[in-house]
C-alpha cells in the first residue's frame, strides 16, 4: 500500500501545479493580446499618422456641390478674365513666400474692387493647410504672404468673391531651394 501512496501525487502538489499551469495559461493569453494590441497600434499609427495622406481641405463639400465647384473654376474663362497667379521663388528667413494674383477683365482693365483668398497646402503634408488673405494693392493685384519654406509641390487654391459669380482658380507650384 506504501508504494500505491508514493506513485500518486498529494493534493498540495496537485494544486500547486494547477496554479502553475492557470499562471502560465493566463499569461499567455495576455502576451497575445498584447501582441495583437501592438500590432493594431502600429497599423493605426501607419495608416493615420502620415501626414501625405492627409484628405484635402474641404474636398467633401467640394465633391457635394461637384457642379458649382466646377462652375467656379471655369469662371474666369467664361468672363474672360486674364488671372496671373505668381508666387515668390525665394522665401525669407521664416519661410514666408509672397503671393500676387492679377486680375484683369476682358477688356484689359484691372479689378480692385473685389475678395481675394487662398489656401495654400504642401501635396506632402496636406493635412497642415492655411489660409491666406490677398488684399488688394491697387491695379488688380492681390499680394500675401505664405509660410511656404519646404520645396516640393504645393497646391494654391484662389477663391475671387464679388465677380457677380463664384469663382476658383487652382495651381500646383513646384518649389525648389
Known sequence: MSSQTELKPSVETQQKDERRAKRFYIGLVLL??????TILGTALKLAIGDPALAVVPD????????DESYRA????????????????????????????????NQQGKTLDDLNVDAVVYRHADAGAFQAVDLPSTGEGRYLGMASMPQQG?????????????????????????
Open 32 to 37: 497575445l493580446f498584447a501582441i495583437q494590441a
Open 153 to 177: 509641390l504645393w497646391q494654391l487654391e484662389v477663391t475671387v468673391d464679388g465677380a457677380g459669380e463664384p469663382m476658383t482658380l487652382s495651381r500646383t507650384l513646384e518649389l525648389e531651394d
Open 59 to 66: 474636398y467633401h463639400q467640394a465633391a457635394l456641390n461637384w
Open 73 to 104: 473654376s471655369l469662371a474666369s474663362d467664361r468672363l474672360g478674365w486674364n488671372v496671373d497667379v505668381i508666387v515668390s521663388k525665394v522665401s525669407d528667413s521664416k519661410g514666408q513666400r509672397a503671393i500676387s494674383v492679377e486680375l484683369h
